[in-house]
């Protein structure tokens, strides 16, 4: 019996199945998502959706959807679904009596006595998806007809009928070759046998996108379709639909799915559907290993990078080639100690204060899993030195260490840490000054970067910072302690010290160098679990703050402003589960797996194996944002890493 299970009985509920989003990524920067019924409820929804150089790498949508009709009798039934104003038309979900997901993304039709099944897989390395459908039984002569809708634009955009795009195809094996406009791919659509076309070239207006329309977008577009395939298929009998780049030998294709399907990562218990999820954040191109923030709007973060890695790599599949190939790729974009946030290139911003910071706790990960210092101060030791020096004498005008040691961060209208929603040109939640968790970290990469120092043998380096750490531990405890409170400013400046409850404060307790003492500890994890721990994660902001923001949900300002100030994020159940463990040791573990336990329901809701990006502040803590996020992720395989780990009695 498979491990993930959806009721069959709700499928044609669409609010129960238009709730229930999946994905697949191509590990070359591609990917598909749509709801568990085929139907597209957001603008990055679409079975073949890649990255276009011509235009900046960015991914575009390419085919948006395909839809299936019976034809017996003479009689037609479309299995597709398309949202249009007022209506949902073709209503084809009304047909399916299964959905499964292992081993691959599945859908099961009955209509009368025919009874199809059509399984999806995206190609790995490839900008190609196959889509099988089989015949399982029927009573009488049955032709497919197969309707491909094309968008061709930017996943962030929305396609217009228009007068540019170039409606005709050119013909290649058991199909047709599609290019709607200049500088994109080729859209090359074949079927494993021979078939007919029937070109009947047309734009089908305002579609809609519903989760768009809940997000305060656009959610309406045109999307074209030149024609449709169509075949007789037998009881029994098996045809491939491939979408690809290029053109395909369509012999091939019933072998290449079945070796697709049989390679597929099993997704038969909690962990290894994490561990499936963490695979598809890995993206390489070319020299470069990178990992992909969240799916399906974000794309490469500096400082996702450094947090999800440990998590998507080591403790996922103790895939140290990878982790290293990451942080080689990472550490080759350094520049004057800070790490790119977004983009890359020319495109790059280099706007993260702790980015640089989250690298050294990346790999002190990276160096417990190799067990080989010297490698690693040799991999890394110039560029851990480096950050430091750009730090300690100042990156810029607004990010430097000043005359207490400690780390000050501010520049004007920018929010320069995780917290970095910003409305209307203004920070939602401005920190600038000393953060905490920036500082905590400060202190992390100082005293970890000694530790490989000494026994790598630089003297003199050792020589110049070796009275670093109790000059910042001093600064820290007394700039960030609140002895009133019992627990640590989230961020002091001029205004003096913020002891707005927030979770930042859980970094210092969990790192293996902290500045603070148990006692502190206690008193901030006591807090946290008071005020801010929920079976989803950590909230950014205690509910008795009168800027306590329970729900996420408006347009993107409204959101914006619940962002960080309320909104729970599973990643910072990591360092909350650390910290604990760090304190408590061995007795922590069944309360751990117990936190985690509040995420395993979540396989089969929102982002169907995987964790989402969010969750309301409020109950029922209903997910939001992306709905596969890398840190978190990353973070809960982290956590169940530890959980092992201290259940062997090691430390």
């Known amino acids: 019996m498979a491990y993930l299970k959806f009721n069959k009985d709700e499928l044609v509920n669409l609010e129960y199945s238009l709730k229930r989003e999946v994905l697949a990524t191509n590990r070359a920067g591609g990917y598909m998502s749509s709801t568990i019924i085929c139907c597209n409820t957001r603008k990055y929804h679409g079975l073949l959706i890649v990255p276009v150089d011509e235009f900046g790498g960015e991914n575009h949508v ?87 809708f094309l968008a061709y634009r930017n996943i962030h955009a929305l396609s217009k009928a228009n007068m540019m795009a170039n409606t005709k195809y050119q013909e290649v094996e058991n199909g047709i070759r599609s290019k709607l406009y200049n500088g994109f791919p080729a859209l090359n659509m074949q079927v494993s046998k021979k078939n007919e076309f029937i070109a009947t070239p047309d734009w089908y207006y305002n579609v809609e996108y519903t989760e768009e329309r809940n997000r305060g977008y656009d959610f309406r577009e045109d999307l074209f379709v030149p024609g449709y395939f169509e075949f007789p298929i037998k009881k029994g009998e098996s045809i491939i639909f491939s979408a690809s780049v290029e053109p395909v030998t369509t012999a091939r294709l019933k072998t290449k799915f079945q070796r697709l399907v049989e390679a597929r990562a099993p997704r038969n218990s909690f962990e290894n559907c994490l561990k499936y999820s963490a695979s598809q954040f890995i993206v390489r191109k070319g020299k470069d290993t990178e990992v992909v923030a969240g799916y399906p709007w974000f794309g490469r973060w500096g400082r996702d990078t450094f947090i999800a890695l440990p998590g998507v790599t080591l403790a996922a599949n103790k895939d140290t080639k990878t982790c290293k190939e990451v942080l080689d790729t990472m550490v080759r974009e350094l520049q004057n100690g800070l790490f790119p946030n977004i983009g890359k290139d020319q495109n790059a911003s280099y706007n993260s204060v702790d980015a ?38 100042g990156v810029n ?25 910003i409305v209307g040109g203004v920070p939602v939640t401005p920190r600038g000054g000393y953060q905490v968790e920036i500082n905590a970290l400060w202190y992390n990469a100082i005293c970890y970067t000694l530790e490989l120092a000494r026994k790598a043998g630089d003297t003199r380096f050792v020589k110049e910072w070796e009275k670093m750490p109790e000059l910042v ?10 002895h009133e409170k019992g627990y640590l400013a989230d961020f002091v400046n001029g205004g003096g010290q913020n002891v707005y409850v927030r979770p930042n404060q859980v970094i210092a307790c969990s790192l293996e160098y902290s500045p603070i003492s148990d006692d502190m500890k206690r008193g901030v994890l006591d807090v946290v679990k008071s005020e801010l721990l929920t079976p989803k994660g950590l909230r950014t902001l205690a509910p008795k703050n009168i800027h306590y923001e329970g729900t996420y949900e408006g347009d993107q300002a409204t959101r914006d402003h619940a962002y960080h100030q309320g909104t729970v994020w599973p990643w910072l159940i990591g360092p909350y589960i650390e910290a604990n463990f760090r304190l408590y040791g061995k007795k922590f573990v069944k309360t751990a797996k117990e936190l985690l336990g509040g995420f395993e329901e979540d396989m089969t809701v929102y982002g169907v194996c995987s964790i989402g990006e969010i969750y309301d502040g409020n109950p029922p803590y209903a997910p939001n944002g992306c709905i596969s996020q890398a840190w978190s992720v990353g973070e809960i395989l982290r956590c169940m890493a530890l959980i092992k780990k201290y259940e062997a009695g090691r430390k």
């Not at 002190?364 to 030791?381: I, L």
């Open 356 to 393: 640089p910071m989250w690298f050294f706790k990346a790999v002190q990960e990276y160096a417990c899993a190799v067990h080989d210092d010297a490698a690693v101060w040799k991999s890394y030791g110039a560029k851990m030195k480096a950050v430091l020096k750009a730090y300690r004498e």
């Open 397 to 421: 005008q607004y990010v430097k260490m000043v005359d207490n040691y400690l780390i000050w961060a501010d520049e004007p209208g920018k929010a320069l840490t995780w917290m970095d929603a």
């Open 473 to 482: 531990k001093e600064s820290f405890v007394k700039i960030f302690w609140n």
């Open 62 to 148: 390419l085919l948006s959807a395909l839809d299936e009709t019976v034809i017996q009798h003479g009689q037609a039934f479309n299995l597709g679904i398309h949202k249009y104003p007022g209506n949902y038309e073709p209503r084809g979900h009304k047909y399916i009596v299964d959905f499964e997901y292992e081993p691959v993304y599945t859908l099961t039709y009955r209509v009368g006595g025919v009874i199809l099944k059509k399984e999806i897989v995206l190609v790995h390395n490839e900008d190609q998806v196959l889509i099988r459908y089989t015949l399982v039984d029927a009573h009488s002569e049955t032709t497919l007809r197969l309707k491909p």
